[in-house]
């Protein structure tokens, strides 16, 4: 069945009031924006906000949040709004320290402390070590200590005194002193209290130098087994000091930590770790003894070694503190700008020493996952994408409820130098990832993971429901962004052309927008014009100037087009009419600003097999929908037309100087009406142009950019002159979105424009032509003389001569072939 | 009696931070200046001149042989090192120093240095007698009230043995000048 009127020349132009939607000041009751209170609510967001309530609400895992949506909605504000809003108070999460590990030096050990202790444990612990810098020394002082000390070394001298003197004695009884030489002993002959002068032993008789030399070689014997014991002796006095050590360390170190024990008695992490430190203390005592500078610390003048010692070495009594929330008594709500992998996990960093990379734990240094831990961590999602293995490390350490400091260098194993392995923090963090719609489509498709972890979905809408009550909450709105952003307040008249531009970037009559980037934009920039004007109030004027003053700046590429459109290098009629041709409307969109240009369709047709050739799809400059426009096209005339007979036509549809792309199927209707015009060989009115698609049907539905199409095709006109006959035909469905430039709205009030809105393919074709498209009688017969009557007699025509051609050809060959005899 | 020059003994073979350190704490108590004497053992040249001169190493129990020119050597390196100890360690305090090697008998010349200077401190054991023409008091480590009595009285030099313990010498010296 076709849709068709019965009344074909019923149709009127709209009224001026349907062409845009005012918004009336007089409705409003205050005089400026400063009379209004502040708004609270989010307007036309209720389906994300019930989902951040529900998401923050939710406590079990998974259930983080995605807030998708396109930029400038103000989505990142309105979480952060809500975050602090909904965070739990009174309960600030623990804080974290990384101390040293006595046990696994590579594996620094985290420490949990209550809210506000993590900076007092890490002083006490410096005072700790500063006081047994203080008390270990003085301990070594003491004359208890010295006398015991005395008696080790005693010891131990008299027991080398004993071998050694043994032999010493053994050489005197035969006249050999014993020589003490700078690294060890050796005999030599006496004399008197000296050694032989070499000369005096050479005047020695020969039998006596060789008993002497004997003598000697005997008790170098003696003496070599007598100092072979000697390393023994000296391993076990050290020992005994080492003993004597530790006791008087212990003494002085258990005083100093005692205090610090009681006060960390309910924290037994903290005990666990003085107990440790206490053991380490005890071993390193002699790095608390400051040796003074350019001394070596010597045990029996064999000095000790050096290579641990000194202030390095007291590091490793300190306390990274890793995260602390002085002060505040509720979760954090982080936002995290630049979500690398290591700042998100933390990172472990490295100074050089001697060209060499070194660490240790006092260089880990947190993540925002830490810093957010216990709260919130707000992420740009697209971002954590970008980053290399940002989003990997995001979703382990949800999934594995904790934070693994490792460095990418480790992780990837490019790097090997010496590094750590830190006790991983537990992770209890919401994480809200703010990205566009598509990013979380695709995740969803394509990360199996991001399903799981990402359970909340916060969908933000660009735009709300225009009902009676909601001019005044915009106007709410508006105040509240304007004290925000410390602009002039607005009178009312400028808030109704606010509004209204509100409900044009909606693109909808019904709709206001609510991207609050465009609205902020636009309150600054009236703002800056009122402040131009010296004005105290922003006014309408401001605000008509600002948006005229932003589309001046963007409409070159516009200019440019229309220029050549009036300079008749691209060709389009705006008067006369013309058979197989029609002003069809586009929309281009250039860096957010979007503008409507005309473009002359034309249509040929002639005998044929049937098919409608799209010239735009045939060089592939048409995409899949302008395709898709066309086939159906070939679908209403079959069906109408030609519904019993072959179609017997070739038709060519093209958009003349077009050298870009073609896409999107709202030119179909316009190319509908070439095509019947071309059949019919009914000239179109050149004075109108023509947007709106069209089903197998002949309905006419929706388009979208149809205040830009119209104004385009205005703007054209004008520059012409307007001579009254001139207009546009749009789909009746899109009446709703229309919401004209004011201009454009004053000419169709004076006549001198006119915006018609059609519902079906005849009323379009019978105010192009203004002929009538006709109905088909009781019999099934179009009424001679409309267009539909011409349209199936011309394709009867091809039909008929089709079938002619077929007779002449079949006849033919039966003439070549002869009959038979 | 008042003391003008402190003498402090280096020996090659003890050589003795804690000694040296009492002596600079000495001299400038006392204001006097100090000098770092370094006596080349005439022993240990000797016996390394001996053809059979072997040493046995303290720490490794092991032979060496030994020659003159290898001893030489040690010698004059421990003198640097003795002189580089005195001066780190005197030249922190105001103390006015100087350095000295000599070569003989560590106990002549010492008790030489004695005679010439009015306190000598040196890690010796006691000479088994000293000729009485010397003007030289000795005095053994620990002995606070000799010692005490030896600076108070005027006469000749006074030579302080440390012995083998020479914590004990810093605080026998620490002690006279208390009282």
Redesign the interface.
């Given at each position: 069945m076709d849709i068709s009127t019965s009344h074909p020349d019923s149709l009127q132009a709209l009224a001026a009031a349907d062409l845009c939607r005012r918004c009336d000041p007089d409705q409003f009751k205050f005089q400026t924006t400063d009379e209004l209170e502040d708004l609270a609510q989010v307007l036309g967001q209720a389906r994300a906000v019930n989902a951040i309530e529900f998401g923050v609400g939710m406590g079990r895992d998974g259930y983080n949040l995605f807030a998708m949506g396109p930029e400038g909605l103000g989505r990142r504000t309105i979480i952060r709004r809500y975050l602090e809003r909904l965070a739990p108070r009174g309960q600030a999460p623990s804080e974290w320290c990384y101390v040293f590990n006595f046990d696994t030096p590579h594996k620094p050990c985290a420490v949990e402390l209550p809210a506000g202790r993590a900076s007092r444990f890490r002083q006490d612990m410096a005072r700790l070590v500063e006081d047994l810098r203080a008390a270990i020394p003085a301990a070594f002082e003491s004359t208890e200590y010295r006398a015991k000390h005395r008696e080790i070394e005693t010891e131990f001298g008299e027991r080398q005194e004993q071998g050694v003197g043994a032999v010493g004695e053994r050489a005197k009884n035969q006249g050999i002193a014993l020589v003490r030489t700078p690294a060890g002993f050796g005999f030599a002959p006496r004399h008197g209290d000296g050694v032989m002068n070499p000369e005096e032993y050479r005047k020695l008789p020969e039998a006596e130098q060789q008993r002497l030399e004997s003598a000697i070689s005997v008790l170098q014997e003696e003496l070599e087994s007598a100092i072979h014991d000697m390393p023994k002796w000296r391993r076990e006095a050290q020992r005994k000091l080492r003993e004597l050590n530790r006791q008087v360390t212990r003494a002085a170190v258990n005083g100093l930590s005692e205090e610090l024990k009681a006060e960390y008695q309910s924290l037994p992490a903290v005990l666990r770790y003085l107990a440790s430190m206490q053991e380490d203390v005890l071993d390193h005592a002699e790095i608390f003894r400051q040796p003074k500078d350019g001394e070596q610390p010597t045990l029996f003048g064999v000095p000790l070694p050096l290579s641990e010692m000194g202030e390095s070495f007291l590091r490793r009594y300190q306390v990274n503190v890793l995260i602390e929330h002085g002060g505040t008594d509720r979760a954090p709500i982080v936002y995290e700008d630049h979500p690398t992998h290591d700042n998100l996990v933390g990172r472990i960093e490295h100074t050089a020493q001697m060209g060499a990379l070194v660490t240790d734990f006092t260089l880990i240094k947190a993540g925002s996952l830490h810093r957010a831990n216990g709260g919130y961590l707000v992420l740009d999602a697209l971002k954590v994408l970008l980053n290399p293995l940002a989003w990997e490390a995001l979703k382990r350490a949800l999934r594995s409820r904790e934070v693994r400091i490792e460095s990418l260098g480790q992780a990837l194993s490019l790097i090997s130098t010496v590094t750590l392995d830190p006790e991983p923090i537990p992770l209890d963090v919401k994480v809200v990832l703010v990205g566009q719609r598509l990013l979380y489509y695709l995740l969803h498709a394509y990360d199996p993971e991001f399903g799981e972890l990402f359970k909340v979905a916060v969908d933000f809408e660009e735009d709300m429901g225009r009902a009676p009550e909601a001019d005044l909450l915009y106007a709410r709105m508006i105040a509240t962004a304007a004290r925000q952003e410390k602009v002039r307040p607005l009178d009312r008249a400028a808030v109704a052309r606010v509004i209204e531009h509100g409900s044009r970037n909606a693109g909808d009559a019904e709709k206001l927008s609510v991207q609050m980037r465009d609205i902020n934009d636009l309150l600054r920039e009236s703002d800056y014009w009122a402040g131009a004007a010296a004005r105290k109030v922003v006014c309408a004027e401001d605000v008509q100037r600002a948006i005229d003053a932003r589309v001046e700046r963007a409409d070159r590429v516009r200019d440019r087009l229309q220029e050549e459109i009036l300079r008749g290098r691209l060709l389009i009629d705006t008067t006369g009419s013309r058979s197989g041709q029609v002003n069809g409307l586009s929309v281009a969109q250039l860096g957010g600003f979007s503008f409507g240009i005309p473009h002359r369709i034309t249509a040929r047709v002639r005998l044929g097999a049937g098919k409608v050739v799209d010239i735009e799809r045939e060089v592939e400059l048409g995409g899949p929908i302008h395709s898709k426009g066309v086939l159906i096209l070939s679908g209403f005339i079959a069906g109408r037309y030609a519904a019993n007979k072959p179609l017997s036509l070739a038709a060519s549809l093209v958009f003349e100087q077009s050298y870009g792309g073609v896409e999107g199927d709202s030119a179909s209707c316009a190319e509908l009406y070439a095509l019947l015009s071309a059949l019919a060989d009914a000239p179109l009115s050149q004075s109108l142009a023509v947007t709106g698609s069209v089903n197998q049907h002949g309905a006419v539905q929706a388009i979208g950019g149809v205040n830009e199409k119209i104004e385009g095709f205005f703007d054209i006109c004008r520059s012409r002159g307007l001579t009254g006959t001139q207009g546009v035909l749009i789909p009746a469905s899109n009446v709703k979105n229309l919401m004209l430039r004011r201009d454009v709205v004053e000419s169709a009030a004076a006549g001198k424009f006119h915006i018609y809105a059609v519902d079906n393919v005849d009323q379009g074709i019978e105010i192009l032509t203004g002929v009538a498209a006709g109905a088909r009688d009781a019999a099934g017969q179009f009424p001679a003389a409309t267009i539909n009557f011409r349209v199936e007699r011309r394709l009867s025509e091809f039909a008929d001569r089709t079938r002619a051609f077929g007779a002449t050809a079949v006849a033919k060959g039966r003439r070549r072939t002869g009959p038979r005899p | 009696m008042k003391i003008r020059r402190v003498i402090v003994g280096l020996d090659?073979?003890?050589q003795s931070?804690a000694l040296l350190e009492a002596a600079v704490e000495l001299a400038g108590r006392m204001e006097a200046e100090l000098l770092g004497l370094f006596v080349e053992n005439?022993?240990?040249l000797?016996?390394a001149?001996?053809?059979?001169?072997?040493?046995?190493?303290?720490?490794?129990?092991?032979?060496?042989t030994?020659d003159v020119e290898s001893?030489e050597r040690?010698?004059r390196a421990?003198a640097q090192e003795a002189q580089r100890t005195l001066a780190?360690v005197a030249g922190r305090t105001p103390v006015q120093w100087s350095f000295r090697t000599v070569r003989g008998?560590p106990?002549a010349e010492l008790l030489a240095a004695a005679e010439e200077y009015d306190l000598v401190i040196a890690n010796l054991d006691a000479p088994?007698e000293l000729p009485p023409s010397l003007g030289v008091r000795v005095v053994r480590a620990g002995d606070v009230e000799t010692l005490r009595r030896a600076l108070e009285e005027a006469g000749g030099g006074i030579l302080v043995l440390a012995g083998?313990?020479d914590?004990l010498v810093g605080e026998t010296l620490r002690r006279v000048l208390e009282r």
């Amino acid at each position: 069945m076709d849709i068709s009127t019965s009344h074909p020349d019923s149709l009127q132009a709209l009224a001026a009031a349907d062409l845009c939607r005012r918004c009336d000041p007089d409705q409003f009751k205050f005089q400026t924006t400063d009379e209004l209170e502040d708004l609270a609510q989010v307007l036309g967001q209720a389906r994300a906000v019930n989902a951040i309530e529900f998401g923050v609400g939710m406590g079990r895992d998974g259930y983080n949040l995605f807030a998708m949506g396109p930029e400038g909605l103000g989505r990142r504000t309105i979480i952060r709004r809500y975050l602090e809003r909904l965070a739990p108070r009174g309960q600030a999460p623990s804080e974290w320290c990384y101390v040293f590990n006595f046990d696994t030096p590579h594996k620094p050990c985290a420490v949990e402390l209550p809210a506000g202790r993590a900076s007092r444990f890490r002083q006490d612990m410096a005072r700790l070590v500063e006081d047994l810098r203080a008390a270990i020394p003085a301990a070594f002082e003491s004359t208890e200590y010295r006398a015991k000390h005395r008696e080790i070394e005693t010891e131990f001298g008299e027991r080398q005194e004993q071998g050694v003197g043994a032999v010493g004695e053994r050489a005197k009884n035969q006249g050999i002193a014993l020589v003490r030489t700078p690294a060890g002993f050796g005999f030599a002959p006496r004399h008197g209290d000296g050694v032989m002068n070499p000369e005096e032993y050479r005047k020695l008789p020969e039998a006596e130098q060789q008993r002497l030399e004997s003598a000697i070689s005997v008790l170098q014997e003696e003496l070599e087994s007598a100092i072979h014991d000697m390393p023994k002796w000296r391993r076990e006095a050290q020992r005994k000091l080492r003993e004597l050590n530790r006791q008087v360390t212990r003494a002085a170190v258990n005083g100093l930590s005692e205090e610090l024990k009681a006060e960390y008695q309910s924290l037994p992490a903290v005990l666990r770790y003085l107990a440790s430190m206490q053991e380490d203390v005890l071993d390193h005592a002699e790095i608390f003894r400051q040796p003074k500078d350019g001394e070596q610390p010597t045990l029996f003048g064999v000095p000790l070694p050096l290579s641990e010692m000194g202030e390095s070495f007291l590091r490793r009594y300190q306390v990274n503190v890793l995260i602390e929330h002085g002060g505040t008594d509720r979760a954090p709500i982080v936002y995290e700008d630049h979500p690398t992998h290591d700042n998100l996990v933390g990172r472990i960093e490295h100074t050089a020493q001697m060209g060499a990379l070194v660490t240790d734990f006092t260089l880990i240094k947190a993540g925002s996952l830490h810093r957010a831990n216990g709260g919130y961590l707000v992420l740009d999602a697209l971002k954590v994408l970008l980053n290399p293995l940002a989003w990997e490390a995001l979703k382990r350490a949800l999934r594995s409820r904790e934070v693994r400091i490792e460095s990418l260098g480790q992780a990837l194993s490019l790097i090997s130098t010496v590094t750590l392995d830190p006790e991983p923090i537990p992770l209890d963090v919401k994480v809200v990832l703010v990205g566009q719609r598509l990013l979380y489509y695709l995740l969803h498709a394509y990360d199996p993971e991001f399903g799981e972890l990402f359970k909340v979905a916060v969908d933000f809408e660009e735009d709300m429901g225009r009902a009676p009550e909601a001019d005044l909450l915009y106007a709410r709105m508006i105040a509240t962004a304007a004290r925000q952003e410390k602009v002039r307040p607005l009178d009312r008249a400028a808030v109704a052309r606010v509004i209204e531009h509100g409900s044009r970037n909606a693109g909808d009559a019904e709709k206001l927008s609510v991207q609050m980037r465009d609205i902020n934009d636009l309150l600054r920039e009236s703002d800056y014009w009122a402040g131009a004007a010296a004005r105290k109030v922003v006014c309408a004027e401001d605000v008509q100037r600002a948006i005229d003053a932003r589309v001046e700046r963007a409409d070159r590429v516009r200019d440019r087009l229309q220029e050549e459109i009036l300079r008749g290098r691209l060709l389009i009629d705006t008067t006369g009419s013309r058979s197989g041709q029609v002003n069809g409307l586009s929309v281009a969109q250039l860096g957010g600003f979007s503008f409507g240009i005309p473009h002359r369709i034309t249509a040929r047709v002639r005998l044929g097999a049937g098919k409608v050739v799209d010239i735009e799809r045939e060089v592939e400059l048409g995409g899949p929908i302008h395709s898709k426009g066309v086939l159906i096209l070939s679908g209403f005339i079959a069906g109408r037309y030609a519904a019993n007979k072959p179609l017997s036509l070739a038709a060519s549809l093209v958009f003349e100087q077009s050298y870009g792309g073609v896409e999107g199927d709202s030119a179909s209707c316009a190319e509908l009406y070439a095509l019947l015009s071309a059949l019919a060989d009914a000239p179109l009115s050149q004075s109108l142009a023509v947007t709106g698609s069209v089903n197998q049907h002949g309905a006419v539905q929706a388009i979208g950019g149809v205040n830009e199409k119209i104004e385009g095709f205005f703007d054209i006109c004008r520059s012409r002159g307007l001579t009254g006959t001139q207009g546009v035909l749009i789909p009746a469905s899109n009446v709703k979105n229309l919401m004209l430039r004011r201009d454009v709205v004053e000419s169709a009030a004076a006549g001198k424009f006119h915006i018609y809105a059609v519902d079906n393919v005849d009323q379009g074709i019978e105010i192009l032509t203004g002929v009538a498209a006709g109905a088909r009688d009781a019999a099934g017969q179009f009424p001679a003389a409309t267009i539909n009557f011409r349209v199936e007699r011309r394709l009867s025509e091809f039909a008929d001569r089709t079938r002619a051609f077929g007779a002449t050809a079949v006849a033919k060959g039966r003439r070549r072939t002869g009959p038979r005899p | 009696m008042k003391i003008r020059r402190v003498i402090v003994g280096l020996d090659p073979v003890l050589q003795s931070r804690a000694l040296l350190e009492a002596a600079v704490e000495l001299a400038g108590r006392m204001e006097a200046e100090l000098l770092g004497l370094f006596v080349e053992n005439q022993d240990l040249l000797h016996f390394a001149g001996l053809p059979f001169a072997r040493e046995v190493g303290f720490a490794s129990a092991t032979r060496r042989t030994l020659d003159v020119e290898s001893m030489e050597r040690s010698l004059r390196a421990l003198a640097q090192e003795a002189q580089r100890t005195l001066a780190s360690v005197a030249g922190r305090t105001p103390v006015q120093w100087s350095f000295r090697t000599v070569r003989g008998s560590p106990a002549a010349e010492l008790l030489a240095a004695a005679e010439e200077y009015d306190l000598v401190i040196a890690n010796l054991d006691a000479p088994a007698e000293l000729p009485p023409s010397l003007g030289v008091r000795v005095v053994r480590a620990g002995d606070v009230e000799t010692l005490r009595r030896a600076l108070e009285e005027a006469g000749g030099g006074i030579l302080v043995l440390a012995g083998a313990d020479d914590d004990l010498v810093g605080e026998t010296l620490r002690r006279v000048l208390e009282r």
